[in-house]
């Protein structure tokens, strides 16, 4: 687990940052260079292997497994940690990319609460189809974002939409950005907007 920003004994946020398939703890951590989360504590944990789940996030169920599980329990238990330190989960921020993002979305919403914010910079929930049973709570108007391009080559917008109609079902407060271009980045009108709606 790599850590910056704010310690978290003094900190009133918290940014649980998850990279994407082939990053690293650091590199999601340089994205404090262009989000307002100067005054967070900021918690990046590492994949082994710097890959989450081995395949596709689409791609069938048990092929991703015991990845998958193991990484949305590590999630789990630094939530739970920060909550025995006295965090609210209204003091809790999900940032992540491309896998990351998909963690975050997966991990969130089926752990659905009022959260500070969740961010995901191209991403949807995990899983050859959507199994809305495993998805619980209520996210009592929680700001979630979600941008993309809309062909991306590793995220289908039709998965965003399904997402994000999900997200929405379930209390979510839900922005989603889709771009003409094709690149599987972070754009700036991304960041504009999680700055100006989201971390303000």
Sequence with gaps: MKTAGIALDKAKKVA???????????????LRDHLHIGEFALLAPQAQGNTWYPYS????????????????????????????KGFKSEQIFFIGFSQGACLSL?????????????????GGLIGEKLNKGKYKGDFEGTKVFIGSSHKDMHVPLSRIEESAELIKQMGGELKTLVFKDQNHTIRQEEVDWVNENILK
């Design 16 to 30: 649980i940052m998850i990279h994407g398939r082939g990053a690293s703890a650091d590199s999601i951590l340089t």
């Design 106 to 122: 997966e991990y969130a919403t089926q752990n659905a609460q009022k959260y500070g914010g969740v961010i995901a910079f191209t």
């Design 57 to 84: 996030f689409m791609a069938p169920d048990a092929s991703n497994e015991p990845a998958l599980s193991n990484a949305i329990k590590m999630l789990d238990g630094i939530v739970e940690d920060l909550k025995s």
